[in-house]
């Protein structure tokens, strides 16, 4: 809370020559902005990400290396299907005969008139239906053994070069980097 109210009593131009490590005596305008302000800017995001990779090359370079491991996939199919058909027919077969006399007047001959008929009627009717269901299981499975292996430092860099990569860190006396040696070990 301290540190909130220290920067409001300083002011925003005291808390960003601070921030960015510039003189007192910059004033804050246009010229200034593009010339002081922004290199500035951009130093100091560079300084941040040199202290980000330096704390992350103290920490060590660390290693996987796969002992024995099992891939094991499978597919599986199921299809049901299903088919269904109807048919029907009908037929009717039907004769009639229709036979008319005519007798005539006077010595007219008789007349006789015979009519036959014969019918056929048929009708079918045909349903079909089809159905398919597909089911797919896909399962995998991995099983790896493993162990984690850190390279240490000294295998890379002399000690000038591992303290330089220290001095860089954002709190360079609290980061030991990672030694081969393993406690116990002289």
Do not use: C, H, W
């Not at 006399?101 to 007219?108: E, H, K, N, Q």
């Not at 399962?139 to 220290?166: C, H, M, N, W, Y």
């Amino acid at each position: 809370m301290q540190a909130d109210t220290a920067d409001e009593a300083e002011g925003p131009k005291a808390s960003l020559q601070r921030d960015l490590n510039i003189g007192n005596d910059v004033s804050i305008d246009d010229d200034t902005n593009e010339t002081v302000l922004v290199p500035a800017a951009r130093r100091k995001l560079a300084q941040s990400r040199q202290q980000v990779l330096a704390t992350l090359v103290l920490m060590g370079i660390n290693r996987i290396v796969v002992n024995s491991g099992r891939i094991n996939a499978g597919m599986g199919f199921r299809m049901d299907t299903t088919d269904r058909g109807r048919a029907e027919s009908a037929s009717q077969f039907d004769t009639g005969t229709e036979v008319s006399t005519r007798y005539g007047y006077f010595l007219s001959p008789v007349k006789v008139q015979t009519r036959i008929t014969a019918a056929y009627v048929s009708s079918s009717k045909k349903d079909s239906e089809s159905e398919i269901n597909v089911e797919a299981d896909l399962t995998g499975e991995v099983d790896l053994k493993f162990k984690s292996e850190t390279f240490p430092l000294e295998r890379f860099a002399d000690a000038g070069v591992i303290g330089a990569i220290q001095s860089n860190t954002a709190v360079p006396g609290a980061k030991k980097p990672i030694t081969g040696n393993v406690a116990g070990e002289a």
